[in-house]
């Protein structure tokens, strides 16, 4: 297939096999007809990836916005594979040990450098996906073909797009750009903006998207994001920018709504008809189940690449019945390792069981309960918390002051989240926690790690980036 669509190269796209498998358009046609390549890096478009026929019905919109999530399930920052960021923060962090044959891992010995592949990889892929997302914006801003109310639902999902994927790039690499465009010529000249304007514009994008999605979800299967989705990244947004009255009402939003109830058993929380999930990837195939299981489950060991730290193992509380349910232990010839075994399925089975699971119903929770402890609510923020104990098999937390009430708070997000898209990594980082527990864990830490360097090539081409983040 050649010469459909002309791309220029910008500030994000740099490299021709991922222009080839990144362009708005395909999104949409290459779901059917398969990957094509040969596209030619000329002179800029006349027309930014607007194509009519993508926006002359609601059909053909939505299937380019089932494209994106294709796109992100696959690569970049929420890929569950190796390649994404719960493998990478999980390495990065405190969590997992590196078994990887013949290879060093840059993440496990915090030796993160400008040209290093996987930054530039996150950093390129997620903003092609931004870019897609406003792809999307833009040609339902502009399409007369598309009734207004059929539009509302995925122009709300392609805000909350790009509002999630500015959230994750600014977490791991501090001041970023924030585009809301495809205009080539404004794109390649982007500066950075600082953490307040960043989170101010992902706050009004999330605010845009709540208002224009649908509260129901658009399947069964919670593989679109709904109202509801929006209003728990924006909790957990207005958490990180220490906002608690604001995080606290976001998170009760999503508390409150009855489509997400509570599941007593932890088997269950990680199936795709969990009612406990907020939103979540489908996988790409029938009968196929995640990334993360095939990632994760080994049975024999030493382990293909990654494996819980015993250090992580032993830390959980007595009696933590995600010790239990969410770890597994494999021994060979006298030696242990565990893995992650939220999800249970390493391979394929006649029914996908499980799909990746990206917001759920227990951070909200936990986001509410520090809030509450914040602003003095201890009550309520004990309440919420032993919700989340009392599911683990712990029982109610002895914590009295806001401040332990925090850190059991905290305590818990670790044996909750752990392996889900670096939610241990961005805890210590918020709490100026991360110096003080990685140099104890982690002999190549430094204090400058916390950000992931801009990759050197971004650099070059656009001065207005500069300069690089600190220790690179």
């Known amino acids: 297939m050649k010469n459909i669509l002309k791309i220029p190269q910008s500030l994000f796209f740099r490299d021709k096999n991922r222009l080839s498998n990144c362009q708005f358009l395909l999104l949409a046609l290459c779901t059917l007809l398969g990957s094509c390549n040969d596209f030619v890096d000329v002179d800029i478009p006349k027309s930014q990836l607007t194509a009519q026929a993508v926006f002359e019905d609601a059909a053909t919109a939505n299937a380019a916005m089932s494209g994106v999530y294709t796109k992100m399930r696959n690569s970049g920052i929420l890929a569950g594979d190796a390649t994404g960021i719960s493998c990478y923060l999980g390495l990065y962090a405190d969590e997992f040990d590196y078994y990887q044959q013949n290879a060093v891992s840059n993440f496990y010995n915090n030796s993160l450098f400008a040209a290093d592949l996987g930054v530039n990889d996150i950093w390129n892929q997620s903003y092609n996906q931004i870019y897609s997302a406003n792809s999307i914006i833009e040609g339902l801003n502009k399409s007369n073909s598309i009734p207004e109310p059929d539009k509302k639902q995925p122009l709300g999902e392609a805000i909350f797009i790009r509002a999630l994927l500015h959230f994750y790039l600014l977490n791991l690499y501090g001041d970023i750009p924030y585009i809301t465009t495809t205009d080539y010529l404004q794109n390649s000249r982007v500066s950075r903006l600082s953490a307040d304007q960043v989170y101010q514009n992902i706050v009004k994008d999330l605010d845009q998207s709540i208002a224009l999605l649908s509260e129901n979800y658009t399947s069964t299967d919670r593989i679109r994001p709904n109202r509801g989705t929006a209003q728990a990244l924006l909790a957990r947004v207005?958490?990180?920018?220490?906002?608690?009255?604001?995080?606290?009402?976001?998170?009760?939003?999503?508390?409150?709504?009855?489509?997400?109830?509570?599941?007593?058993?932890?088997?269950?929380?990680?199936?795709?008809?969990?009612?406990?999930?907020?939103?979540?990837?489908?996988?790409?195939?029938?009968?196929?189940?995640?990334?993360?299981?095939?990632?994760?489950?080994?049975?024999?060991?030493?382990?293909?690449?990654?494996?819980?730290?015993?250090?992580?193992?032993?830390?959980?509380?007595?009696?933590?019945?995600?010790?239990?349910?969410?770890?597994?232990?494999?021994?060979?010839?006298?030696?242990?390792?565990?893995?992650?075994?939220?999800?249970?399925?390493?391979?394929?089975?006649?029914?996908?069981?499980?799909?990746?699971?990206?917001?759920?119903?227990?951070?909200?929770?936990?986001?509410?309960?520090?809030?509450?402890?914040?602003?003095?609510?201890?009550?309520?923020?004990?309440?919420?918390?032993?919700?989340?104990?009392?599911?683990?098999?712990?029982?109610?937390?002895?914590?009295?002051?806001?401040?332990?009430?925090?850190?059991?708070?905290?305590?818990?997000?670790?044996?909750?989240?752990?392996?889900?898209?670096?939610?241990?990594?961005?805890?210590?980082?918020?709490?100026?926690?991360?110096?003080?527990?990685?140099?104890?864990?982690?002999?190549?830490?430094?204090?400058?790690?916390?950000?992931?360097?801009?990759?050197?090539?971004e650099l070059n081409a656009n001065p207005n980036l500069k300069p690089q983040n600190q220790g690179y």
């Open 238 to 457: 207005y958490l990180y920018m220490k906002l608690y009255p604001e995080a606290s009402n976001a998170a009760s939003a999503v508390i409150n709504n009855p489509l997400y109830v509570g599941e007593s058993d932890l088997n269950k929380i990680f199936l795709k008809t969990s009612k406990t999930t907020i939103w979540q990837f489908m996988p790409s195939a029938a009968g196929a189940n995640t990334s993360e299981g095939s990632l994760y489950i080994f049975t024999a060991g030493p382990p293909a690449i990654v494996a819980l730290k015993p250090e992580f193992i032993n830390a959980f509380e007595a009696n933590d019945q995600r010790k239990t349910h969410w770890t597994t232990e494999v021994t060979n010839d006298g030696a242990t390792w565990y893995y992650a075994s939220k999800y249970k399925q390493e391979s394929s089975t006649p029914t996908s069981v499980e799909y990746s699971i990206l917001f759920r119903l227990s951070e909200q929770y936990l986001i509410r309960a520090e809030a509450r402890a914040y602003q003095g609510d201890l009550i309520g923020a004990k309440e919420d918390l032993n919700i989340i104990r009392n599911t683990a098999g712990l029982s109610n937390t002895t914590a009295i002051s806001a401040e332990e009430i925090i850190r059991d708070v905290l305590n818990q997000r670790r044996f909750e989240f752990f392996t889900e898209f670096g939610q241990r990594f961005f805890d210590l980082k918020r709490t100026g926690k991360l110096n003080e527990t990685l140099t104890i864990s982690k002999p190549g830490w430094n204090a400058t790690d916390s950000l992931w360097p801009i990759p050197v090539l």
